[in-house]
């Protein structure tokens, strides 16, 4: 979408979500040298943005890529380029060699399409499951911040993340948030536990910043503890812990 020059102030939306072509982005990158306004607004917009994408960020189905490499083997290939004969060929020669490599690009264009089309279906069923997964989610997060009898504590882990619990016990239910949490290395994520007199149980992963519903029973739990574990987790703690703190009375 093309916008007028004098327009420049209302672009700061699609600026930030990449909406504007390389003439419009270039002219409001010039514009934000000299508009403290719009940049603010901006940087307010990016924020924003990452905010709800990180809310529903799922990883790619781990088995989407040996998918698309399997159906490679399924799509024919272009036949070889032959050099045309010295001697002016007849018309009606022309045209049968005209149409064989034209049938065959097409057969492999429908059957590249084909593939492609079904991948699509199946990915968009996928998707529309992860978005649905992540609607969820929000919505059992949003319950128990917006419980009448919500209490919260805040705490820090050993590696310097700032920690948020907050807890319902009418919804039975605890929230957990992360900020600056370090990247874990190669085959580790970050597991929550549920302290229960001196046991803990597994209460759900978060492998980067953010805000997760923990998983179990916080009713008769004392304590919401972190620790760094094998990706996929384990069923008990296998590392000192990062963080274990009293869960909100």
């Known amino acids: 979408m093309k916008h007028h020059a004098d327009d420049a102030h209302t672009l700061a939306a699609a600026y930030a979500l990449g909406a504007l072509d390389d003439d419009e982005r270039q002219t409001f990158q010039a514009h934000l040298q000299s508009c403290e306004a719009c940049r603010q607004e901006a940087a307010e917009f990016e924020a924003t ?8 960020s799922q990883p790619p189905p781990a088995a ?9 083997d399924g799509v024919r290939q272009l036949p070889p380029r032959v050099p045309a004969p010295a001697a002016a060929p007849a018309f009606g020669d022309f045209l049968r060699r005209r ?7 097409a057969g492999v264009a429908a059957a ?3 593939g492609i089309a079904v991948w699509q279906a199946h990915n968009r069923q996928e998707l529309q499951q992860q978005a649905r997964q992540a609607q969820q989610q929000l919505d059992a997060v949003s319950t128990v911040l917006a419980a009448p009898d919500a209490r919260t504590v805040h705490g820090k882990t050993a590696n310097g993340a700032l920690t948020t619990v907050v807890a319902s016990d009418r919804q039975n239910k605890a929230v957990f948030t992360a900020a600056g949490l370090p990247a874990p290395a190669a085959g580790k994520t970050y597991q929550l536990w ?9 209460a759900g992963l978060i492998d980067h910043d953010g805000t997760v519903l923990l998983t179990g029973n916080p009713a008769d739990a004392g304590a919401v503890g ?4 094998p990706t996929g987790g384990s069923p008990h703690p296998t590392s000192a812990p990062l963080l274990l703190m009293a869960l909100p009375t």
């Open 226 to 229: 972190l620790t760094l574990e």
């Open 112 to 114: 590249a399409l084909g």
């Open 194 to 202: 549920l302290d229960h007199d001196g046991t803990m149980r597994p």
């Open 64 to 72: 989407a890529k040996a998918q698309v490499m399997a159906a490679l």
């Open 99 to 105: 149409a064989l490599p034209l049938a065959l690009a």
């Open 49 to 56: 943005a990452a905010r709800l994408a990180a809310a529903v």
